[in-house]
């Protein structure tokens, strides 16, 4: 069973458009939710994360929008530019060693 | 600082041949991780551990083995290869009490045929 389900699968963007991908969860007990960022031939890098007590995220071009009652958050890429095309994960994690799960990645390419 | 360090970085092997891949950090995290990524699949976690001398069975375990006899080193063991096991493997650390904010390895990617 999924416990983090992820969309879409691929993304296409021009360059200076908004990236938009959505996750959703179940399990209530989930209490951070990050978002990893992977380069072809990387690693996944953390990149920005928010805690179900705020809506709303932003570090720099990337936001996180949060929906409680609906169990939904998502990434939104403003003025997206081809550096930022990767794979995104999104994640739940609550206490416990082995309570993270990610999503099933989001490949993102943006063209110039 | 090195952070974490996978060799490993890319592997082949025949089917029933073993090998071990050595994740090491430096950041003195006590949780270790290894993860396997196949297309459309994800991040899988394999097995984990949450200090030296312990392990414990993740989402995919079966195939393979580990090992954390030092606390900055985290071995995972592919007893008898099988192409199944083709992927792309991550290792990740964490510090105790931040749950979601994992490291990870640049991967090491391993191909049975």
């Not at chain 1, 993304?11 to 951070?32: H, M, P, R």
């Not at chain 1, 794979?87 to 739940?92: D, E, I, K, M, P």
């Not at chain 2, 290869?81 to 792309?88: L, R, Y």
């Amino acid at each position: 069973q999924q416990q983090v389900k992820q969309s879409p699968q691929s993304l296409i963007v021009q360059k200076g458009g908004i990236s938009i991908i959505n996750c959703a969860y179940e399990n209530t007990a989930f209490d951070y939710f990050p978002w990893y960022q992977q380069f072809p031939g990387k690693g996944p890098a953390l990149l920005i994360a928010i805690r179900p007590d705020v809506s709303e995220k932003k570090e720099g071009r990337f936001t996180i929008s949060f929906n409680k009652s609906a169990k939904q958050f998502s990434l939104h890429i403003m003025d997206s530019q081809p550096g930022d095309s990767a794979t995104y994960f999104c994640a739940a994690s609550g206490s416990g060693a082995n309570n993270l799960f990610f999503g099933t990645g989001t490949r993102l390419t943006v063209i110039p | 600082n090195a952070g974490v360090t996978q060799t490993p970085k890319f592997r082949v092997l025949k089917t029933g041949q073993s090998m071990t891949l050595l994740c090491a950090q430096d950041m003195n995290h006590e949780y270790m991780y290894w993860y396997r990524q196949d297309p459309g699949m994800g991040l899988r976690l394999i097995h984990y551990s949450v200090g030296e001398g312990t392990t414990a069975k993740g989402e995919v375990p079966d195939g393979y083995n580990v090992s954390r006899l030092k606390k900055q080193n985290f071995l995972l063991g592919l007893e008898s290869a099988a192409p199944s096991q083709t992927s792309v493997y991550f290792c990740a650390s964490r510090l105790l009490g931040l749950a979601g904010e994992l490291f990870f390895g640049e991967g090491s990617r391993l191909t049975v045929l």
